[in-house]
């Protein structure tokens, strides 16, 4: 089965310092997508980021990069100068390319918070 | 293009009554998702419906849940005899296809069992 993992409950970043997010994942397809998703207080799930498993570049959305380590299964988020906006959760997801359903899998998710 | 919307946002049921979850897909979407996300816990599929059909139930527990895409209306995912362990925020989120395209999420219903 398909699991993902947030080993981090918790971070804290000044605001306009970098943070990493962490995720990891385990499972036996080649083909997948992986998401980066924030959930601010107001709980609209607000996609950030994704990434194909088939491309080895890493993506990147203005502020906001990943490093995807498909060996590894590793797959972090980087929020470059960090604005009191980011504060929220972030979930890491995981969905089978081409499977018949939009099926995601959430990781238990990483409470960001910014320090002014 | 008003997106994917829910209701209500909050739900109170007392030990026993049925809750009814609205979701209207965004314009042009005919795959629903249904999610559930307990207290400081990640969201976990429940369910996958399109027009009439419900493709994927692996999520949904055996008892007291079932969840309907009619023809025309919303998808309506429905509880009965809730117990306070239903006490979750439930999300819908809508696809135009089944593969390729982004899933576009509901703010989501928080119910509450009393």
């Known amino acids: 089965a398909q699991t993902v993992t947030q080993s981090q409950p918790e971070m804290s970043v000044q605001e306009a310092e970098t943070v990493t997010l962490s995720c990891t994942y385990d499972?036996?397809?080649?083909?997948?997508?992986l998401f980066w998703y924030k959930q601010p207080p107001s709980r609209q799930m607000i996609l950030v980021i994704r990434?194909?498993?088939?491309?080895?570049q890493n993506a990147t959305e203005n502020r906001f990069s990943v490093n995807f380590q498909k060996a590894a299964k590793s797959f972090s988020l980087k929020i470059s100068d960090s604005q009191l906006g980011d504060a929220a959760m972030y979930f890491c997801?995981?969905?089978?390319?081409?499977?018949?359903?939009?099926?995601?899998?959430f990781g238990q998710g990483t409470r960001l918070t910014i320090n002014p | 293009n008003a997106g994917v919307m829910q209701n209500p946002r909050h739900l109170v049921r007392r030990r026993g009554q049925e809750a009814r979850l609205r979701c209207s897909p965004m314009?042009?979407?005919?795959?629903v998702y249904w999610y559930r996300q307990l207290p400081e816990e990640g969201l976990k599929f429940m369910v996958y419906?399109?027009?009439?059909?419900?493709?994927?139930e692996s999520g949904m527990p055996k008892e007291r849940f079932s969840a309907e895409f009619p023809k025309e209306g919303p998808s309506i995912l429905r509880i009965q005899q809730v117990v306070r362990g239903d006490s979750a925020a439930y999300f819908c989120?809508?696809?135009?296809?089944?593969?390729?395209?982004?899933?576009?999420f509901g703010q989501g219903t928080r119910l509450t069992v009393v």
């Open positions: 997801a995981y969905r089978v390319q081409g499977q018949g359903a939009q099926k995601l899998v």
């Open positions: 499972t036996s397809e080649s083909d997948y997508y």
């Open positions: 990434q194909e498993a088939y491309k080895q």
């Open positions: 419906l399109q027009k009439e059909n419900i493709i994927d």
């Open positions: 989120a809508s696809s135009l296809d089944r593969v390729n395209t982004e899933a576009f």
């Open positions: 314009k042009g979407h005919s795959h």
